[in-house]
């Protein structure tokens, strides 16, 4: 069974940075372009941005387009999100998808099979 698995979440001050990491067993992870998206409660998960399977594409939410990062070193099935410049607004539990099919811009999360548990990012003012 495909997992994923994300840590690095934590608390931070505003302005702070943090990075994320998605580590994929099970999973023919080269094959597939990963999102990274995020929840508040009661709220829906919103796109923060995607990588395409071989890392030379990706794409962002406008909100986060120029703090945030997406990086993947398929060798260690890993995909990465480096948050700078971070705000309040950010706190919300992130997690990470994986789709065989996308191209890692998909907003909809329907688009990725594998989703992991999710970690909280907390961003104090």
């Known amino acids: 069974q495909a997992q994923l698995v994300e840590s690095g979440g934590g608390l931070v001050q505003s302005g702070g940075s943090l990075r994320l990491s998605c580590v994929a067993s099970e999973l023919a992870f080269s094959t597939y372009s990963m999102g990274w998206f995020r929840q508040d409660p009661g709220k829906s998960r919103e796109f923060v941005g995607g990588?395409?399977?071989?890392?030379?594409?990706?794409y962002y939410s406008e909100s986060v387009k120029g703090r945030f990062t997406i990086a993947r070193d398929n060798a260690k099935n890993t995909v990465y999100l480096q948050m700078n410049s971070l705000k309040p607004e950010d706190t919300a539990v992130y997690s990470c998808?994986?789709?065989?099919?996308?191209?890692?811009?998909?907003?909809?999360?329907?688009?990725?099979?594998?989703w992991g548990q999710g970690t909280q990012v907390t961003v104090s003012s």
């Open positions: 990588i395409s399977w071989s890392g030379n594409r990706t």
């Open positions: 998808g994986a789709s065989l099919y996308g191209t890692g811009s998909s907003y909809n999360p329907t688009v990725y099979e594998y």
